[in-house]
């Protein structure tokens, strides 16, 4: 990124940014990190101060110094005007979106989107009478046909949930603002590092902070990084409903930030291997990562990522087959949802609610999060996996 700053001093690079972004020492005694401020009352010295509404901090539901340092950082990475905090990456998706819909309002979503963003789309948006469409990611240059008065806003998610599919992100957010619709997109996967969907016309960026940022297992929050036209709404809406990420867990996510850019490149690295090596194991019909030149929307994410992280899928090559030997037999992957932490995780996928990104027809599709073990050890591991899964197949004939 060649951004100059108006004094000509050349932007930080992605990993000065993480080690000193929203830290402001000189504020608390020289002192590295911001305090953890916990609070419901702040005091203002009179009743004039009150009715003013001049003092920078007035309730603790608003913000205090340990939000405003996280909400700084993720700003200044994402290129935004301003970053809200919430309690989990579920409500950096809803919030957003009850900020910008309203009943009689069309939404257009592409359909391999995270399966509780479409559950909300489909109940209570729906309720609210918003009308849902969603559009396969194949089309996403197509979409201005799609755009009718009443689009409000397009959401996007790249790549698709479980299975990657790549999209022409900067051609679906032109189609949008061409329109006056508001895009949004999950940038999960890529975090800020590696796709800065704002610079690519994209007016929301969505972080599950639950995942890379904080990269423990042991924190859930989420971000909304808005530019200059959708900022204000966005804010004000998130007061409106109450809505704001506690002190403590904040604190916990700008620890992990600091050292994400190491993790994900050991992350991504080991990801990579497995990948290559999963791709020429004769169990494995095909591999769902973005980074592999033989993945279909490989082209797409060069062209527009700056890099891969650590989470892509397998099809194993078993029609309607079961993928429980496979996911049993592992011993290191353990069994479970989310990812981004440091532990490599195995879940078998659920793909029945797509209605246009269908499901590969070679067999079950699992999805690998590869954590920051040791590579051999994890290849050793997936190994054991894929020869259960043949003794079982080799025994029911
Ligand atoms: C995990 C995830 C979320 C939700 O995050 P939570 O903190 O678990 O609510 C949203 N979007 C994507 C793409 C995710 O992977």
């Known amino acids: 990124m060649s951004e100059i700053d108006p004094t000509g001093k050349p932007a930080p690079g992605p990993n000065t940014r993480l080690a000193h972004g929203g830290n402001r020492p000189s504020d608390y005694h020289g002192f590295v990190n911001p305090p953890v401020v916990r609070?419901?009352?702040?005091?203002?010295?009179?009743?004039?101060?009150?009715k003013g509404r001049s003092q920078r901090y007035t309730y603790g539901l608003s913000g205090t110094p340990t939000t405003e340092a996280l909400?700084?950082?993720l700003s200044e990475l994402e290129g935004a005007a301003g970053t809200i905090l919430v309690p989990s990456g579920l409500a950096a998706v809803t919030v957003p979106l009850l900020a910008f819909l309203s009943a009689g309002d069309h939404l257009l979503m592409v359909d391999c989107i995270y399966g509780p963003t479409r559950r909300f789309a489909n109940t209570v948006l729906k309720r609210l009478g918003v009308e849902v469409e969603y559009f396969d990611p194949k089309r996403a240059e197509g979409i201005a046909d799609l755009i009718r008065a009443e689009t409000k806003v397009v959401f996007l998610e790249a790549p698709g949930s479980n299975t990657f599919e790549m999209l022409d992100i900067g051609a679906a957010a032109r189609a949008a603002r061409a329109a006056?619709?508001?895009t949004m997109i999950d940038n999960t996967w890529a975090t800020p590092l590696h796709f800065r969907p704002l610079d690519h016309g994209v007016d929301i960026s969505i972080h599950a902070l639950t995942k890379y940022p904080s990269g423990h297992s042991d924190v859930l929050m989420g971000s909304v990084s808005a530019n200059e036209a959708t900022y204000r709404r966005l804010r004000d809406t998130q007061l409106t409903l109450g809505?704001?990420?506690?002190?403590?867990?904040?604190?916990?996510?700008?620890?992990?930030?600091?050292?994400?850019?190491?993790?994900?490149?050991?992350?991504?690295?080991?990801a990579m291997r497995l990948a290559e090596w999963l791709e020429g194991h004769e169990a494995v019909a095909r591999v769902l990562h973005p980074a592999l030149p033989s993945f279909d929307g490989h082209d797409l994410w060069k062209r527009q990522f700056a890099g891969a992280s650590g989470l892509f899928s397998i099809v194993l090559r078993q029609p309607h087959g079961d993928p429980a030997p496979f996911v049993d037999a592992l011993e290191l992957f353990g069994i479970g949802w989310s990812w981004g932490g440091f532990e490599s995780l195995a879940v078998p996928v659920d793909l029945s609610d797509r209605t246009l990104a269908l499901a590969p027809d070679e067999g079950p599709v699992v999805r690998l999060q590869i954590g920051l073990e040791d590579?051999?050890?994890l290849r050793t591991d997936l190994e054991r996996g894929l020869a259960a899964l043949a003794a079982r197949q080799n025994k029911n004939g």
Do not use: C, K, Q, W
Not at 42 to 47: A, R, V
Not at 246 to 268: F, I, N, T
């Open 375 to 377: 590579f051999t050890d």
């Open 71 to 73: 909400e700084a950082a």
């Open 243 to 270: 809505i704001n990420a506690a002190p403590d867990d904040v604190y916990l996510v700008l620890r992990g930030l600091r050292s994400m850019g190491v993790r994900l490149d050991r992350h991504a690295e080991t």
């Open 39 to 50: 609070a419901s009352t702040i005091l203002f010295p009179d009743s004039a101060a009150l």
């Open 180 to 182: 006056n619709a508001v």
